[in-house]
C-alpha cells in the first residue's frame, strides 16, 4: 500500500505546478487575454460559423497550453455572439470588467468557501457590505437582507419561495394562489413559480398601455373580486426595466395597492436596477423602496461578467424561514450575531467567492464611472431613436425608459413583419454589431439594448449605417 500511495503522490503531484511553470502559464493567459481585448474592437459581434465548433474529448495525457489557448480561440472565442464586443446590443447583454475578472482569479486561487461566516468571515462580510450597499441603492431598511446569486432566475426563485413562505401557503391552496403580471414579466417569474411548486397558481396578465407599461387600473377591482371568489391573491410582479423594450412599470401605485390588500410586492429590477444611480431614474422608480422583494442583476446594468446577480428581501425572518436548515456535521460553525450567513438566505450551500468580482471593479474606479456609463447608455437609446426617426420608412417604438429602444422598417407594400425578419437576418449575417428581435402584440421588432460598458457613441452609428445599408439591398432585391 505505502508503495503505491507514494507512486499516486507522484502523479497527483502533477496538479501542483511549481512556481516557474505557475508563472509562465499565468503570462501566456493573461497575454491571451490581452490580445483579445486589444483586437476586441475589431472583431465582428456576432460569428456564425458553417459547422458547429467541435470541442474534443477529454484525453488521459497533457496537452501544452499554448494549444489550448489556440483552440479556445478558434471553437470558443470567435463563434456566437462576442459577448465582450461594444457591438453586442442583442437581448440584454452582459458587460464583463476586467477587474471582475481579476477578482474570479483572486477567489479561485483563495478557493474561499463563501457560504458560511465561520470558514471565511472576510467573504461573508463583503457580500453582506454589497447586499446592504444595494439595499440602501434600492431605498431598503438597514436590516433588509439579500444574497448574490447567479442571476435573476436564482433571484426571482427566492424571492417566489420566501413569499410562499412568509405568506405561510400550504399545499393544499396553491391552486387558489393568484399572481398578477404583465406579458411582458420575464419568463423567469413563470419559471420560478413552477419549480416553487406553485405551477397551478392562477396568472392574471394585465393589459399594457401604448408604452408598454403595466395597466393597473383595474388591479384593486381584480384583487377584490378573485378573494370573493374565494381565492388567494398572492403576488404582484412589477417590472423596472422590462426586457423587450426597458419600460419601467407604475411601481409606487402598485405597492400602494398591494400594501392596501397585504399582497407580495416584487420588482423585477434585473436589467434597470443600477440605473437608479442616477437621480433622474429614482425619480421615476420612487416607491420600490415599499416592495416586499427585488431582483437585481449586476452582470448587466453594474456591467459585471455574467453569473453576477442579487436578491433583495424586506423580511429577513421570512427569508430565513424558508431556506435556513443546518446539519450534525456543521456542529463546529461558529454563530455571528452581525453577520448572515448566504448559504442560509439561498437554495445555495456550495458558494465561491463571488463578492469579489462584484467589491474590486467598485473599490478601484469609485461609484462615479458607473453613473456615467449608466447614464451614456441612456443617452445613446434616445439618440438612436432620435436617428432612426429621421429616416424615410422607419418606424420607431415609444420612447426608452432606460436604454433600450425598438425599431421597424415599414415597406411601401408586403407584409412588415416578414421583411423586418429578413431585416434582422441580414444584419446578423453581417456581424459587425449585433441586435435581436422580439414580438408584441402581433408586431415584429427589432431591439437596440445599449447596456455593455463598451458600447460608445461610434457603435450606435455603426448600427445605423448597418441598418441603412441593409434596408437598400433588402428593397433592391
Excluded at 105 to 124: D, E, H, W
Excluded at 237 to 250: M, R, V
Excluded at 392 to 413: M, Q
Amino acid at each position: 500500500m505505502m508503495n503505491r500511495i507514494e507512486t499516486l503522490e507522484q502523479v497527483a503531484r502533477q496538479l501542483e505546478p511549481d512556481e516557474q511553470i505557475q508563472k509562465s502559464l499565468a503570462e501566456k493567459v493573461l497575454s491571451h487575454a490581452n490580445d483579445f481585448l486589444t483586437h476586441l474592437d475589431d472583431e465582428k459581434a456576432f460569428f456564425q460559423n458553417p459547422e458547429p465548433s467541435s470541442i474534443d474529448q477529454l484525453s488521459d495525457g497533457p496537452e501544452g497550453i499554448d494549444d489550448i489557448l489556440q483552440f479556445l480561440r478558434s471553437n470558443v472565442e470567435l463563434d456566437g455572439i462576442n459577448a465582450a464586443s461594444g457591438g453586442h446590443m442583442g437581448y440584454v447583454p452582459g458587460g464583463g470588467l476586467y477587474p471582475s475578472a481579476l477578482g474570479d482569479f483572486l477567489a479561485a486561487v483563495s478557493n474561499k468557501y463563501a457560504g458560511i461566516y465561520f470558514p471565511a468571515p472576510g467573504a461573508a462580510r463583503m457580500e453582506n457590505m454589497l447586499i446592504r450597499w444595494m439595499n440602501e441603492l434600492m431605498g431598503f431598511p438597514s436590516d433588509a437582507a439579500g444574497n448574490l446569486t447567479s442571476g435573476g432566475s436564482i433571484s426571482n426563485l427566492i424571492a417566489v419561495v420566501t413569499a410562499r413562505e412568509a405568506m405561510d401557503v400550504k399545499a393544499k391552496d396553491f391552486h387558489r394562489l393568484v399572481v398578477y403580471l404583465s406579458d411582458q414579466t420575464h419568463h423567469s417569474l413563470q419559471k420560478a413559480l413552477r419549480i416553487a411548486g406553485l405551477g397551478e397558481a392562477q396568472l392574471r396578465y394585465l393589459p399594457v398601455d401604448n408604452h408598454f407599461r403595466l395597466d393597473i387600473s383595474s388591479l384593486d377591482e381584480l384583487i377584490e373580486n378573485d378573494r370573493k371568489k374565494g381565492l388567494l391573491p398572492f403576488f404582484i410582479n412589477a417590472s423596472l426595466g422590462t426586457t423587450n423594450t426597458g419600460t419601467i412599470d407604475p411601481i409606487k401605485e402598485m405597492a400602494t395597492i398591494a400594501q392596501h390588500q397585504k399582497v407580495w410586492f416584487h420588482v423585477d429590477a434585473a436589467y434597470g436596477g443600477f440605473f437608479r444611480l442616477l437621480p433622474e431614474v429614482q425619480k421615476k422608480t420612487s416607491g420600490i423602496e415599499l416592495a416586499d422583494s427585488i431582483t437585481l442583476d449586476p452582470h448587466k446594468s453594474l456591467f459585471l461578467p455574467f453569473g453576477t446577480g442579487a436578491v433583495l428581501i424586506k423580511n429577513l425572518t421570512a427569508l430565513y424561514k424558508a431556506h435556513r436548515y443546518t446539519a450534525d456535521y456543521l456542529q463546529d460553525l461558529v454563530d455571528s450575531d452581525s453577520e448572515i450567513n448566504a448559504a442560509d438566505v439561498s437554495p445555495e450551500l456550495t458558494k465561491h467567492f463571488r463578492a469579489l468580482r462584484m467589491w474590486l471593479p467598485l473599490k478601484l474606479f469609485g461609484i462615479k464611472p458607473f453613473r456615467a456609463a449608466v447614464e451614456e447608455k441612456m443617452l445613446l437609446a434616445q439618440y438612436c431613436r432620435q436617428q432612426l426617426m429621421q429616416i424615410d420608412g422607419f418606424e420607431v417604438g415609444p420612447e426608452p425608459d432606460l436604454s433600450i429602444t425598438v425599431f421597424r422598417y415599414v415597406p411601401p407594400a408586403g407584409d412588415a413583419n416578414a421583411y423586418n425578419e429578413k431585416l434582422i437576418k441580414a444584419i446578423q449575417d453581417d456581424g459587425r454589431i449585433f441586435l435581436s428581435s422580439t414580438t408584441i402584440h402581433e408586431k415584429f421588432w427589432i431591439r437596440v439594448a445599449i447596456v455593455v460598458f463598451r458600447t460608445h457613441k461610434s457603435k450606435v452609428d455603426l448600427l445605423l449605417e448597418i441598418v441603412q445599408e441593409k434596408v437598400k439591398e433588402l428593397n433592391k432585391g
